[in-house]
């Protein structure tokens, strides 16, 4: 018999400063140890129904259909196109940033003629273009934008597309994936009628689950589809049967993500949004001041910087991987390096939810000091 075994499961407890996951709450913790119960278990239906209730008042929204879905922060965007595009329709995307160009991916996957509103990487898309571009293709079915775009520290500007779109049959888009739970995003203010997030960022929860809201208007647009949702998984109509009222199975719910999740809104309503959002902005300003400070250069544009993330261009004299490594090797802390075509270029710092500490920034600039001197 082959008597191989895994080694002992010891993870190092790290300082998660990287663009996600974020460090999670002890409390949190304790919440994924309850027992796991069956999904139509009338505690973990009323859990759910909790669930629901917080992430409504997380996007600012009455929407009834909001949920988590059951996967990461991707299967928020998987969703999102699946559902209301069919062959054929028009979708307008701006696309600045790594993660705006994967929402152009996943439109063409499902079909989708796309129209991409092209912005230099670092720098918001302007929304007079967007809108421009919408006023050229009235027959787009969906606007879609990164609201903050991960891969470049940039914070789009979502109002006035919303206030455009909420005017005509566009449905307006929005990947909030890393502005959720750190930053505003007002839903219902802001027209937007599809966003969705991750459990994994501004949350503080572990990864695994996909929060998404929908408004009056998307949902008569996904009632009035000429043909079935692609993906059986993601199809919101089956998803809102098991949700809602009619409870009706449709996937094994991970019942100890819910409890996770749960819990992390708790603690998000026990700060309270506004100072939540408040801790965010100050910390993130302080961290910029500290690397400033120190010498690095800010990438994002001034004005549209995200508070939850900050990038920075490298230093000449500094490398990349051996850099980062040391910081978590030595000093257990975790920040990002660029991604797609900033490679080599910029760190990404995060301060997300329970990261979102002075400590943790001093933490870092002691360890930048120690390393780069
Ligand atoms: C803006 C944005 N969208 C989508 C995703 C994908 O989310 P996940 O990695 O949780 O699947 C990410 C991940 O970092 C992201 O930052």
């Known amino acids: 018999m082959d008597r191989w075994m895994a080694g002992d499961l010891n993870p190092t407890p790290r300082i998660l400063m990287g663009p996600g996951p974020s ?139 919303g206030a455009y779109c909420r005017k005509v049959d566009t449905l307006f888009l929005v990947d909030a994936v890393t502005s959720l739970g750190g930053c505003e995003v007002k839903v219902d203010d802001w027209g937007i009628d599809i966003c969705y997030s991750c459990s994994q960022k501004g949350l503080s929860v572990p990864p695994g689950l996909a929060p998404i809201t929908v408004s009056q208007k998307a949902m008569d647009v996904l009632r009035s589809r000429k043909t079935k949702v692609q993906s059986f998984y993601l199809d919101l109509l089956l998803l809102e049967k098991y949700w809602g009222e009619e409870r009706v199975y449709h996937h094994t719910a991970p019942a100890s993500m819910f409890y996770a999740l749960r819990e992390g809104l708790r603690i998000i309503f026990e700060e309270g949004l506004e100072e939540r959002f408040q801790r965010h902005q100050t910390m993130g300003d302080r961290l910029k001041m500290e690397l400033e400070g120190f010498g690095f250069k800010l990438f994002a544009q001034e004005g549209y910087r995200l508070p939850v993330l900050t990038s920075v261009y490298l230093p000449n004299r500094v490398e990349d991987a051996p850099t980062r490594k040391r910081l978590l090797d030595k000093y257990n802390i975790e920040i990002g390096g660029g991604l797609g075509q900033l490679k080599g270029k910029i760190w990404r710092i995060g301060l997300m939810g329970e990261t979102c500490r002075l400590q943790n920034i001093l933490q870092l600039m002691g360890a930048l000091r120690d390393i780069l001197g």
């Open 23 to 161: 460090n999670v709450n002890y409390r949190v913790y304790q919440a994924m140890f309850a027992p796991v119960i069956g999904y139509l278990d009338p505690q973990l239906l009323g859990y759910m129904d909790d669930i629901s209730e917080m992430l409504r008042r997380v996007f600012q929204t009455k929407n009834r259909l909001t949920i988590a879905i059951s996967a990461t922060g991707s299967s928020g965007m998987e969703a999102s196109f699946v559902n209301f595009v069919e062959p054929g329709d028009t979708v307008v995307v701006g696309v600045n940033g790594f993660f705006a160009e994967r929402m152009t991916e996943v439109a063409s996957r499902c079909r989708a003629k796309v129209i991409r509103i092209d912005q230099e990487w670092g720098k918001m898309v302007e929304p007079e273009k967007l809108i421009k571009a919408l006023k050229e293709h009235p027959e787009a079915k969906i606007c879609g934008v990164v609201h903050a775009e991960t891969s470049t520290g940039v914070r789009e500007p979502l109002e006035e597309i």
